[in-house]
């Protein structure tokens, strides 16, 4: 199966950006029943006017910094940081002085709330639920399919060598 790639970036974004904004261009990199993905490149004093989505969104500032607004609250926010803009809750983003992309994942559907991952805690699941002290236990042995003869069993799977 061939890889797939999707351009993104510059000299690939429409230079009028999605609707409701100013001073921002943007480039869909997939759309489907599962979500939606975009890049967007804030200019300087760009914005996406408050608005609402039916959809869970994720806001991934990549480049740059802004703001973000979400209900009644505001936060600065640099590359690195994740903003989750929920349901049907009125947010926005914009820059003042500085430039900024970010990538926004919008997913259909219910939130699903997944549990908290704890540090230090993890579980056997072999033989039932039994708690391993922090620092033991390993991984299941690889099996390894008998007709490769000494090669890599990976190597006709296409993995990396």
Same mark, same amino acid.
């Given at each position: 199966?061939?890889?797939?790639?999707?351009?993104?970036? $510059?000299?690939?974004?429409?230079?009028?950006? +999605?609707?409701?904004?100013?001073?921002?261009?943007?480039?869909?990199?997939?759309?489907?029943?599962?979500?939606?993905?975009?890049?967007?490149?804030?200019?300087?004093?760009?914005?996406?006017?408050?608005?609402?989505? +039916?959809?869970?969104?994720?806001?991934?500032?990549?480049?740059?910094?802004?703001?973000?607004?979400?209900?009644?609250?505001?936060?600065?926010?640099?590359?690195? @940081?994740? $903003?989750?803009?929920?349901?049907?809750?009125?947010?926005?983003?914009?820059? @003042?002085?500085?430039?900024?992309?970010?990538?926004?994942?919008?997913?259909?559907?219910?939130?699903?709330?997944?549990? +908290?991952?704890?540090?230090?805690?993890?579980?056997?699941? $072999?033989?039932?639920?039994?708690?391993?002290?922090?620092?033991?236990?390993?991984?299941?042995?690889?099996? $390894?399919?008998?007709?490769?003869?000494?090669?890599? +069993?990976?190597?006709?799977?296409?993995?990396?060598?």
């Amino acid at each position: 199966m061939p890889i797939e790639v999707r351009r993104f970036g $510059v000299g690939h974004r429409r230079p009028d950006g +999605p609707p409701g904004t100013t001073g921002i261009e943007g480039q869909v990199i997939e759309s489907g029943s599962s979500g939606i993905i975009s890049e967007l490149a804030f200019g300087l004093n760009a914005r996406i006017t408050p608005h609402t989505n +039916p959809n869970q969104t994720w806001f991934l500032v990549i480049e740059g910094g802004g703001w973000v607004g979400v209900g009644d609250e505001r936060c600065r926010v640099q590359a690195g @940081d994740a $903003v989750a803009w929920p349901p049907d809750v009125l947010h926005a983003a914009w820059t @003042d002085g500085t430039r900024m992309r970010a990538i926004v994942v919008e997913l259909p559907g219910p939130v699903l709330a997944l549990p +908290p991952v704890l540090d230090g805690a993890s579980f056997r699941l $072999v033989d039932g639920v039994r708690p391993v002290a922090r620092g033991q236990g390993s991984l299941r042995p690889r099996a $390894v399919d008998a007709s490769h003869r000494g090669e890599d +069993p990976e190597a006709e799977e296409g993995e990396p060598l």
